[in-house]
């Protein structure tokens, strides 16, 4: 381990992670049952579920940089999720499935939110990190979301910060300053984990320290490959391959 991921990894008494994307994997879910639900609608099955469900997640993007900005629209993305699939479904690229979902199925689709699957490495690298400090999620998900999330996979969080109590989304710093003052630990104590570069720029402008877990589906690949720690001449903390590498790093840390 390098002398800087121990340095700063010896001094964190928390760490929050990211959700979607960074501990569960939304998008292989969601190509997979959204093409299972399409009854066979898709031209090119595995390439239109995989663009449909990047489109769902880029209606989410949207839709936080609306609200931070002032504008309209719900904190709890359940009710976000359905709206961006209703715009979805009335376009022109996706209208022979507006036919084919009716209410109930698309209430079924939002639902998928809540059942997504983990990565493989999830699970042993919180039950490890748990050990050693708390871990808590800091998400934009709404709690009831974020709840369904930790039962279904058995997510060892001890607790949930929801954005959605906090009346904004991540990236806006009050979001980073609310879950340090919650956990009752100094911002420089507290880690953010996640796989957007974007989410750890807002966590850094806090205060927070930073840990990038590069996830094929998020970042794209440039951003992922030129991420670095500082002290490779980057600007976040520490970068590890996945939640093992960096339960493995803490404990080390600690000795």
């Given at each position: 381990?390098?002398?800087?991921?121990?340095?700063?990894?010896?001094?964190?008494?928390?760490?929050?992670?990211?959700?979607?994307?960074?501990?569960?994997?939304?998008?292989?879910?969601?190509?997979?049952?959204?093409?299972?639900?399409?009854?066979?609608?898709?031209?090119?099955?595995?390439?239109?579920?995989?663009?449909?469900?990047?489109?769902?997640?880029?209606?989410?993007?949207?839709?936080?940089?609306?609200?931070?900005?002032?504008?309209?629209?719900?904190?709890?993305?359940?009710?976000?999720?359905?709206?961006?699939?209703?715009?979805?479904?009335?376009?022109?690229?996706?209208?022979?499935?507006?036919?084919?979902?009716?209410?109930?199925?698309?209430?079924?689709?939002?639902?998928?939110?809540?059942?997504?699957?983990?990565?493989?490495?999830?699970?042993?690298?919180?039950?490890?990190?748990?050990?050693?400090?708390?871990?808590?999620?800091?998400?934009?998900?709404?709690?009831?979301?974020?709840?369904?999330?930790?039962?279904?996979?058995?997510?060892?969080?001890?607790?949930?910060?929801?954005?959605?109590?906090?009346?904004?989304?991540?990236?806006?710093?009050?979001a980073y300053l609310a879950a340090a003052y919650h956990l009752d630990v100094p911002p420089d104590r507290l880690a953010m984990v996640a796989a957007h570069k974007w989410d750890l720029d807002g966590a850094a402008q806090a205060g927070l320290k930073t840990v990038y877990v590069p996830?094929?589906?998020?970042?794209?690949?440039?951003?992922?490959?030129?991420?670095?720690?500082?002290?490779?001449?980057?600007?976040?903390?520490?970068?590890?391959?996945?939640?093992?590498?960096?339960?493995?790093?803490?404990?080390?840390?600690?000795?």
């Amino acid at each position: 381990m390098s002398s800087n991921a121990a340095s700063v990894l010896r001094d964190v008494d928390a760490y929050v992670f990211d959700v979607f994307g960074t501990a569960v994997d939304w998008f292989t879910t969601l190509k997979r049952e959204v093409a299972r639900r399409a009854d066979g609608a898709f031209h090119d099955k595995d390439q239109d579920a995989a663009e449909f469900a990047r489109e769902w997640r880029k209606g989410y993007y949207a839709h936080i940089r609306t609200v931070n900005a002032g504008g309209e629209g719900s904190l709890n993305f359940d009710i976000a999720h359905r709206q961006i699939l209703d715009r979805i479904l009335a376009s022109p690229r996706w209208s022979h499935l507006g036919s084919l979902w009716d209410d109930p199925a698309r209430s079924a689709l939002v639902q998928l939110w809540h059942e997504l699957d983990v990565y493989q490495d999830t699970l042993p690298g919180l039950t490890e990190l748990g050990k050693l400090g708390t871990v808590a999620c800091l998400s934009n998900g709404n709690f009831r979301l974020l709840l369904d999330l930790a039962k279904n996979n058995h997510l060892p969080w001890d607790g949930i910060l929801s954005t959605e109590f906090f009346g904004v989304y991540k990236p806006t710093k009050q979001a980073y300053l609310a879950a340090a003052y919650h956990l009752d630990v100094p911002p420089d104590r507290l880690a953010m984990v996640a796989a957007h570069k974007w989410d750890l720029d807002g966590a850094a402008q806090a205060g927070l320290k930073t840990v990038y877990v590069p996830r094929a589906a998020e970042d794209s690949q440039e951003v992922r490959e030129s991420v670095r720690s500082k002290a490779q001449g980057g600007d976040v903390d520490v970068v590890v391959k996945d939640f093992v590498e960096l339960a493995t790093l803490a404990a080390e840390a600690r000795k």
